[in-house]
């Protein structure tokens, strides 16, 4: 039995219709119900009523036509207590329940919302204002239930995405620990054995042949490279592996010292330091020794053809410098420290930019100075490890200034 309440064309362009499903088997109860839904909403809603009286008829019709919400009697002819709720979420496992139930039934129906009903209402109590809210509520509740099963699903499948790539960050991991191991035993062991044999063929053939002398001395020079790279490809890959262990640094000295390390290295130099007093992080001691020791062997590098070249180790902010990274101020405080390495030597032209942290890439501009295109990498790394970030400014013949910041 089928009693549809009907509005004008009018009305529903102006009102949210909401299309309910009314499974009750008692016509006084029905009639009660199909009364209150007819009473003009001040909230702007339109409720469209459909009315069966049977279990299995409400299913025939879930299956048929679109609801927007099922009011359920527990209790029908053709089926008794949850299993009525279950058939019917079983058939439409969407749609949001309030469920009908006498006094005596008040515990059925508690166990229909643990069950997966969205709010039940007693026979004998239903106001239109409480029905009217118990309906809106299941579509609320409904709402946010599948919103989250959702974002549930979306979450799980992140998960297990990201479950595939740790999988597959330990297999690189692994295969990064086979390589270094290449590197430093079944590659170095190869060129060692290449510069003692090219050195004893030299102390071998003596004068004899200068042409000779000349190629084995090539070779030699070759595997010196070679030996170089491998050293600081070890040392870049390494770093990732390593724990970083924070301590107490004084940055100052270590810049102190070596810069006169420098300077002791080559003493005709004229090079001016500046250097920041008193400047204290925590971090690895070793890893920002190996950054600074980088940084600044650029810097001295850079301004070798400067007679009078000047390096400078500072601290300062965001609000005393120009160039920052574009998420600079959402990611360092405003009175977060920014160290910085600067030099007046050749610089580099910024539209190279982008491969100046790449490994082995070298600046067109410095291809004249000796150096491995490690260097910066390896400085990158392990201000990252440290949770900072690390960024510059330079321009050709004015020098090259480093910025990062450090997170211990």
Same mark, same amino acid.
């Given at each position: 039995?089928?009693?549809?309440?009907?509005?004008?064309?009018?009305?529903?362009?102006?009102?949210?219709?909401?299309?309910?499903?009314?499974?009750?088997?008692?016509?006084?109860?029905?009639?009660?119900?199909?009364?209150?839904?007819?009473? *003009?909403?001040?909230?702007?809603? /339109?409720?469209?009523?459909?009315?069966?009286?049977q279990?299995?008829?409400? +299913?025939?019709? +879930?299956?048929?036509?679109?609801?927007?919400? &099922?009011?359920?009697?527990?209790?029908?002819?053709?089926?008794?207590?949850? $299993?009525?709720?279950?058939?019917?979420?079983?058939?439409?496992?969407?749609?949001?329940?309030?469920?009908?139930?006498?006094?005596?039934?008040?515990?059925?129906?508690?166990?229909? &919302?643990?069950? #997966?009903?969205?709010?039940?209402?007693?026979?004998?109590?239903?106001?239109?204002?409480?029905?009217?809210?118990?309906?809106?509520?299941?579509?609320?509740?409904?709402?946010? *239930?599948?919103?989250?099963?959702?974002?549930?699903?979306?979450?799980?499948?992140?998960?297990?995405?990201?479950?595939?790539?740790?999988?597959?960050?330990?297999?690189?991991?692994?295969? +990064?620990?086979?390589?270094?191991?290449?590197?430093?035993?079944?590659?170095?062991?190869?060129?060692?054995?290449?510069k003692?044999?090219?050195?004893?063929?030299?102390?071998?053939?003596?004068?004899?042949?200068?042409?000779?002398?000349?190629?084995?001395?090539?070779?030699?020079?070759?595997?010196?490279?070679? $030996?170089?790279?491998?050293?600081?490809?070890?040392?870049?890959?390494?770093?990732?592996?390593n724990?970083?262990?924070?301590h107490?640094?004084?940055?100052?000295?270590?810049?102190?010292?070596?810069?006169?390390? !420098?300077?002791?290295q080559?003493?005709?130099?004229?090079v001016?330091?500046?250097?920041?007093?008193?400047?204290?992080?925590?971090g690895?001691?070793?890893?920002?020794?190996?950054?600074?020791?980088n +940084?600044?062997?650029?810097?001295?590098?850079?301004?070798?053809?400067?007679?009078?070249?000047?390096?400078?180790?500072?601290?300062t902010?965001?609000?005393?410098?120009? $160039?920052?990274?574009?998420?600079?101020?959402?990611?360092?405080a405003?009175?977060?420290?920014?160290?910085f &390495?600067?030099?007046?030597?050749? #610089?580099f032209?910024?539209?190279?930019?982008?491969?100046?942290?790449?490994? !082995?890439?070298?600046?067109?501009?410095?291809?004249?100075?000796?150096?491995?295109?490690?260097?910066?990498?390896?400085?990158?790394r392990?201000?990252?490890?440290? #949770?900072?970030?690390?960024?510059?400014?330079?321009? &050709? /013949?004015?020098?090259?200034?480093?910025y990062?910041?450090? $997170?211990?």
């Amino acid at each position: 039995m089928n009693i549809n309440s009907q509005t004008t064309p009018e009305t529903c362009s102006q009102k949210q219709v909401i299309q309910v499903l009314l499974i009750e088997d008692n016509p006084g109860d029905a009639f009660l119900i199909r009364g209150m839904l007819g009473i *003009k909403s001040t909230e702007g809603i /339109d409720y469209q009523l459909t009315h069966v009286d049977q279990l299995a008829e409400a +299913l025939t019709s +879930l299956q048929r036509d679109n609801y927007s919400v &099922v009011l359920l009697d527990l209790s029908l002819p053709d089926s008794q207590g949850l $299993a009525t709720l279950e058939q019917v979420m079983a058939q439409a496992p969407t749609l949001p329940i309030v469920v009908f139930t006498g006094l005596d039934d008040e515990t059925a129906a508690i166990q229909a &919302v643990q069950t #997966g009903a969205q709010d039940y209402l007693v026979k004998g109590q239903v106001t239109p204002g409480s029905l009217g809210h118990a309906i809106r509520y299941a579509l609320e509740r409904q709402e946010n *239930k599948l919103a989250l099963q959702q974002k549930t699903a979306e979450l799980e499948g992140l998960n297990k995405e990201l479950r595939k790539r740790t999988l597959e960050l330990e297999a690189a991991n692994t295969d +990064l620990e086979a390589f270094n191991y290449t590197v430093s035993h079944d590659l170095r062991n190869p060129l060692t054995g290449i510069k003692t044999g090219c050195a004893l063929l030299s102390a071998y053939m003596g004068d004899q042949d200068p042409r000779l002398q000349k190629y084995l001395h090539t070779i030699q020079d070759y595997t010196r490279h070679m $030996a170089t790279l491998l050293e600081g490809l070890l040392q870049l890959s390494n770093i990732s592996h390593n724990a970083v262990q924070a301590h107490p640094v004084n940055l100052s000295a270590t810049v102190q010292t070596i810069a006169r390390q !420098f300077l002791q290295q080559e003493p005709h130099r004229k090079v001016k330091f500046v250097i920041a007093p008193h400047v204290q992080v925590q971090g690895d001691t070793h890893l920002l020794w190996v950054a600074l020791e980088n +940084l600044l062997g650029n810097a001295w590098k850079y301004s070798s053809q400067l007679n009078h070249a000047q390096i400078e180790f500072g601290v300062t902010c965001l609000a005393e410098i120009d $160039a920052y990274p574009a998420n600079a101020k959402e990611t360092i405080a405003p009175d977060q420290p920014i160290f910085f &390495v600067r030099d007046n030597g050749c #610089g580099f032209d910024m539209t190279q930019a982008d491969r100046i942290f790449l490994p !082995f890439q070298r600046l067109s501009s410095t291809e004249s100075f000796a150096g491995n295109g490690i260097g910066l990498s390896t400085v990158q790394r392990i201000i990252l490890c440290h #949770g900072g970030q690390i960024w510059f400014e330079a321009a &050709v /013949d004015q020098g090259a200034t480093f910025y990062w910041t450090l $997170a211990y």
